[in-house]
């Protein structure tokens, strides 16, 4: 009995192992399938809407499956009493109301900071990141984002900064692993700005449970697509914008350059598409998503 255990153990971890991606010594995917991309939502498209009461959760939702997205992706502070978890039955009611509309959800995020000086404050955000990764799980959310920080606090090395972020990163990422949650740190031009500074916590949390949510909107200190090309590697999702900003300077989106990198790196996933005001989503989502949606097609 001990023995056929044991044959039995070996055989679920070597299936178990073939399932998980192969990481390079930096942190990053490799892969040789063929690019397959999923459409997603961010809701934050709506975030005008929503807060103002024009529209609830569930009506977003409707209008995304008309559209045609595959997924949607809504952020925690779109559930009642935020920062506070929602009840379980209303979080199965998204869940629900997401499967009827032939949605998957395929993220949800919160607001925190790692960055603040305080070690008391980063804990308690670290405590809210646990507690969000336990409603992604109830969700079938598959990734929870988080951010580093608002801001590079004043007096202090960037080099102790990033090791606060580092921890407060490895708490979660070993809480959500047992979930079943991905935590994925979108870059957010906060208290990490270059690729450089991005790169440097990525590459010390090594964990399958762990990755980069790649806002090509945050990138703006020189050439955004660049940038993005040296981040897609580690990309786990993405959030895809209108606008991209070159030298801080705003310009639209080369959707062809950005369809270019995803095929590259042999992207597979979601790709979250976010619009913002003044442009509004009722009427700006559709067309940027067919518009990314023929370019991808373009490519057989």
């Known amino acids: 009995m001990q023995r056929r255990k044991f044959i039995s153990n070996l055989a679920a971890g070597t299936a178990m192992s073939a399932c998980l991606p192969l990481y390079g010594k930096d942190h990053q995917v490799q892969t040789k399938s063929k690019a397959k991309i999923k459409s997603s939502c961010n809701i934050y498209s709506f975030n005008q809407l929503l807060t103002d009461g024009t529209m609830t959760l569930p009506e977003a939702f409707d209008l995304c499956a008309e559209i045609g997205f595959d997924a ?50 980063r804990q308690e955000n670290v405590e809210l990141t646990k507690r969000w990764v336990e409603v992604s799980a109830k969700l079938d959310a598959p990734a929870l984002r988080v951010f580093a920080g608002a801001k590079m606090p004043e007096g202090v090395p960037p080099s102790e900064v990033h090791k606060w972020i580092v921890d407060c990163l490895w708490q979660c990422v070993d809480f959500a692993r047992d979930h079943g949650v991905m935590i994925v740190l979108q870059n957010h031009f906060d208290a990490l700005r270059s690729v450089e500074e991005v790169k440097s916590v990525l590459d010390q949390v090594q964990d399958p449970w762990f990755g980069l949510e790649l806002d090509i909107g945050s990138q703006r200190l020189t050439d955004p697509y660049e940038e993005v090309r040296a981040l897609a590697p580690y990309a786990r999702t993405w959030q895809i914008k209108e606008f991209v900003y070159k030298n801080d300077q705003q310009e639209r989106t080369d959707v062809k350059k950005l369809v270019d990198i995803f095929m590259e790196v042999g992207y597979r996933g979601y790709i979250p598409i976010e619009t913002l005001p003044p442009s509004d989503p009722r009427e700006r989502l559709k067309p940027f998503l067919e518009e990314i949606q023929q370019e991808i097609a373009s490519r057989g």
Do not use: M, W
């Open 72 to 121: 949607v992706d809504p952020t925690g502070y779109y559930f009642p009493g935020y920062p506070d978890v929602p009840s379980d039955a209303y979080i199965y009611e998204i869940k629900r109301h997401a499967f009827v509309n032939g949605l998957d959800i395929s993220g949800t995020g919160i607001r925190n900071d790692f960055a603040l000086p305080d070690r008391k404050a």
